[in-house]
């Protein structure tokens, strides 16, 4: 069973950058689509970004369109999201997931925290 363990999450000031990983076990990245998303407090899990498995394309949330990247190692079993530019509203709880697919609140990892403060 595909798990995941997110990492590299902090607090950071409006302007400033994070890169995340999502590092996989139990299974090769290489046949999955893996989706982050983020859970803000009182809010709605949104869907961020969708990470195609062959070519490396994504899609993204018009939200973070142009200021997020992600990209895959298949090597090292690993997805990252860059952010930069980061927002006060991009703070929240961001988890990464297979198949682009909500992560439910059982099956999700423990995510990373990201705080956008000055």
């Known amino acids: 069973q595909l798990k995941f363990v997110e990492s590299g999450g902090g607090l950071v000031q409006p302007g400033g950058s994070l890169r995340l990983s999502c590092a996989a076990s139990?299974?090769?990245?290489?046949?999955?689509?893996i989706g982050w998303f983020r859970q803000a407090p009182g809010k709605e899990l949104e869907g961020v970004s969708c990470?195609?498995?062959?070519?490396?394309?994504?899609d993204y949330a018009d939200s973070v369109r142009g200021r997020f990247t992600s990209s895959r190692d298949n090597a090292k079993n690993t997805v990252y999201l860059q952010m930069n530019s980061l927002k006060p509203e991009d703070t929240a709880v961001y988890y990464c997931?297979?198949?682009?697919?909500?992560?439910?609140?059982?099956?999700r990892g423990q995510g990373t925290q990201v705080t956008v403060s000055s």
């Open positions: 997931a297979a198949n682009c697919v909500p992560p439910s609140t059982d099956s």
């Open positions: 139990g299974s090769t990245l290489d046949y999955y689509t």
């Open positions: 990470i195609s498995t062959s070519d490396g394309s994504a």
